[in-house]
């Protein structure tokens, strides 16, 4: 089933299956939330904007939409939502979230490196940790090139490299002190550390990202780095919230397609 998958995407199929169940609280919260919120911080919409307010008649698109919710909130603004994601276990917890919920999203099992969707079907695309980190970033980015219209928007929050060079090579919780060069971002294998082992993800640099969406034909509208609110507290996925206060664990882009 897993045959012609390029190896990151088979390994992170296998991860996320394996982990789905670990998911499903954090999806059911995340669907019931009335207003986005966004990241590990779970930074409200009104601070960063990542979705269109009024998204009447727009046709979206969620790329590694993991149990659903982003999804959720778009059909709750008015669009015409697809969705793919990679493991089907995740997908099955999206599936019965959506019919408690009354909601239709046409939800996709596949890889968003290689979208099942003709060219030109969609007004906005959004992925938050999904494609954004989880997929090879070039290829990722030029299929959701490919199926935006021109003038659709593309909206994403990953994890921010300046988290990635202070993450121990292990895998364990960011430090205060430089772990990792800032030339050599890009890809990360997590498959053989002793920290919660599994998964292959993707951080370029910023100018690495400039330079492909320059290459493959987006325009950058915004960049955000969200700080984590003052009530944040512990650890969320290696960052501690006090370190997220003091420099920035996440980053949203915002393009449109040329
Ligand atoms: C952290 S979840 C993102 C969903 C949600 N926003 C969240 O933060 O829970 C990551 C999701 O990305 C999916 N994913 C990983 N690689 C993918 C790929 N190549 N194509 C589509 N989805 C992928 C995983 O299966 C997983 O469900």
Not at 113 to 127: G, H, M, N, Q, T
Request: with cysteine; aromatic share 12%; net charge negative.
């Amino acid at each position: 089933m897993n045959k012609g998958l390029p190896g990151h995407v088979a390994e992170n199929r296998r991860y996320w299956d394996e982990m789905a169940d670990e998911w499903v609280e954090r999806g059911e919260i995340a669907w019931a939330r009335e207003e986005p919120a966004w990241g590990r911080w779970h930074v409200p919409e009104a601070e960063i904007a990542m979705l269109p307010g009024d998204m009447t008649g727009l046709d979206a698109v969620e790329l590694g939409c993991g149990t659903g919710y982003v999804s959720a909130w778009m059909v709750r603004r008015g669009a015409s939502v697809s969705a793919i994601d990679n493991s089907n276990r995740q997908l099955a917890t999206a599936r019965r979230l959506a019919a408690e919920h009354d909601i239709e999203v046409d939800f996709r099992h596949g890889n968003a490196e290689s979208l099942p969707w003709p060219d030109d079907s969609f007004d906005f695309a959004v992925s938050e940790y999904g494609a954004s980190i989880w997929c090879e970033p070039s290829a990722w980015l030029a299929e959701a090139h490919r199926v935006l219209r021109p003038g659709g928007v593309l909206a994403f929050l990953g994890n921010h490299p300046m988290a990635a060079c202070c993450t121990p090579p292990d895998g364990s919780d960011v430090l205060t002190s430089l772990q990792h060069p800032w030339f050599e971002l890009g890809r990360f294998d997590w498959t053989e550390v002793e920290d919660d082992p599994g998964g292959i993800e993707f951080c370029p640099s910023i100018s690495g990202w400039v330079k492909l969406f320059r290459e493959i034909g987006f325009l950058i509208d915004d960049f955000r780095e969200p700080r984590a609110p003052a009530s944040s507290k512990g650890t969320e996925f290696n960052v501690s919230a006090d370190w997220a206060r003091r420099w920035p664990s996440e980053y949203v882009w915002k393009l449109h397609r040329r």
